[in-house]
């Protein structure tokens, strides 16, 4: 069973639109992170969440918020879509010190 | 803040050579040293780890060494095949609570066969 799953693979949307990028762990485990992949392949974290309490912000737009509904899920919500936001987005856990990566969404903000 | 490098940003080699892919960071305070493997169009796969204990550790054809007071890892791979065609990725994790990663940019790799 695949630890990480994010929905959808491919978001093509407009310019000004609100988006969501869910994510769901089947592991159990507290910390669950979003990073944004650039177009030159940069990993960048953007968000980690643990126990409903955001621990990390990296200098990420507040138009970009995290909502954990219960410990199994941290979904991405961007709010007015620019074009920057175009990348691949990535939710993780951590498990045993080790990261588990979900297989991305590709964002396209046309 | 800690930053993490690697070199070369591309390998290109033949079929069975033995390669080395290099990774250095700014902040020997890491927690430990991951290696990642990432398809085109694919998520992150955990190919290695180090505890920042430990100087090496090896899967199969994989091997990945740790030297903290120099600030580098190296992936060893051994006998390549087309299949280890990938860009692979090193990230240093920090000690605090936030266990935040830092990636370097990825070494993208092509066996030739």
């Known amino acids: 069973d695949t630890a990480v799953s994010q929905t959808p693979k491919y978001l093509v949307t407009q310019m000004g639109n609100d988006k969501s990028i869910k994510c769901e762990q089947n592991l159990g485990h507290d910390t669950m992170y979003w990073y944004k992949q650039d177009s030159k392949k940069f990993l960048k974290i953007m968000f980690s969440?643990?126990?409903?309490?955001?621990?990390i912000n990296e200098t990420v737009p507040n138009r970009f918020s995290p909502k954990s509904p219960d410990k199994a899920h941290l979904n991405l919500h961007i709010n007015s879509l620019e074009l920057g936001d175009s990348a691949v987005y990535f939710c993780a856990i951590t498990s045993t010190d080790t990261q588990y990566f979900g297989p991305g969404t590709r964002l396209t903000v046309l | 803040k800690q930053e993490v490098t690697q070199i070369p940003a591309a390998l290109s080699v033949p079929e069975g050579e033995n390669l080395v892919l290099n990774c250095s960071f700014t902040?020997?305070?890491?927690?430990?040293l991951q290696w990642f493997r990432q398809d085109p169009g694919k998520g992150l796969t955990s190919l290695l780890l180090?505890?920042?204990?430990?100087r090496e550790q090896t899967s199969g054809r994989l091997n990945a060494s740790l030297d903290k007071s120099s600030g580098r890892s190296t992936l060893y791979i051994a006998a390549s095949q087309p299949g280890d065609s990938a860009t692979y990725l090193c990230?240093?994790?920090?000690?605090?609570?936030?266990?935040?990663?830092?990636f370097g940019s990825g070494t993208q790799l092509t066996v030739l066969p």
């Open positions: 902040d020997s305070a890491i927690y430990n």
């Open positions: 990230a240093a994790l920090d000690p605090g609570s936030a266990r935040q990663l830092t």
């Open positions: 969440y643990n126990n409903k309490e955001l621990i």
């Open positions: 180090i505890q920042s204990s430990q």
